[in-house]
């Protein structure tokens, strides 16, 4: 049975098969409660007083299939990196999110030339941590190319209190970053200072690789430096395969730990093929990365793309009253912040036990919910908008 054909239990948040009637009973906890619908245009009613949701952003949580391994925001070393080279000038005086994830992008680019680190490649030893980058580059000139940019990016995210991946291309090392003024993952390369767009949107890895196979990525933008500057159409055909590493503690695991899987897309665009590169091409043999058993294979959008920072809101009507509860999938959780018709926002340090009511006004009712994380990023914001009868 799919997520789509079951009911999610508020209280656990347990899948299971939509009872008959308006009473829902979780074969997990074996909880009862009465569901009010959260979509947008749905009718139901309270204490007989009819309502509408007349607007709703709710963000879902889906069940991960795969796991990630997230670095702690409060790791010490994120701290030394922040006072030693003083990141919090990077992005000062920028208000929007992406707009500051693009500041620190320009600052990793321009930290040290791109050039082949002094250093034997693979494995990453010694120089993979981006604080003795950063010194060598200052003291000895060294450069390094994209992987170590890329490793540096997502170390230095985490300093700002974002979630950034590891993704491999053909031939390339980029990184993506969550961006939750978008609510996406948003592809970066910091060796050449750009990112893609189409129609002005960010886009990710899956993204530029879905447009691509679809009609030879017309409409993608290459978009280069925190001005966003148009570069002209770009060249995608790198992204026909890719990678995401699937963890971002580098500082304990750096890449190529032989631990952590990595994710690939495999679906009707390469059900059949091969990824292969340099010799692997001439001989016509091996799979790069899949020849190394960590790979793990998705067809998903969804699970390719997972959505984080979510905070999902239920709506169940109890004694005649309207109440929410409320799941997140925050890395880092630090705090659920609710509140109501615009009033003061409530701190709720226990998202599974917060429990909300709502006293609907007449007219129309806002309730607003969104997860902050350890370093104090907010999430993206679920409104639900209710009109109620006098």
Known sequence: MSVATQ???????????????????????????????????????????????????????LPPRHGFAHESFRHPDLARLRRKYRLGRIASGINAEFDRQLALRDWVCAAWAAGQPSVPFPPLVHEDHVDRMLTLARREGRAYFCTYKAMAS????????????????????????????????????????????????PLSAREIREEHHRNGARGVRAVWGRGRRDLGPAHCADFAWYVVYMHNNFFDFPPGDHIHPLLMPRDRWNRNGHWRQGVQITRRRGDKYLCKGMVVEESDPRQLDYKINQTEVFLLQREGALWARFQHNMPNYGALMTRTDGHAWTTHR?????????????????????????????GPLSVIAVRSAR
């Open 350 to 378: 226990n998202c599974r036990k917060a429990e909300v009511l709502w006293p609907l006004r007449a007219g129309t009712s806002t309730l607003e919910a969104r997860c902050v994380n350890s370093a104090g990023v907010p």
């Open 154 to 201: 997502v170390e230095l995210a985490s300093a700002f209190g974002w979630t950034a991946r590891l993704v491999n291309i053909m031939k390339h090392m980029v990184h993506e970053i969550w961006s939750n003024d978008y609510n996406k993952w948003v592809l970066h390369d910091s060796l050449y200072n750009m990112h893609y767009e189409r129609d002005h949107l």
């Open 7 to 61: 009911v999610k239990c508020p209280f656990c948040y347990a899948y299971g098969p939509a009872r008959r009637g308006p009473e829902q009973e979780c074969d997990d906890c074996l909880r009862r409660w009465t569901p009010v619908p959260t979509r947008e245009g749905a009718a139901f009613s309270i204490s007989g007083r009819p309502c509408r949701v007349t607007a709703a952003v709710n963000n879902t949580v």
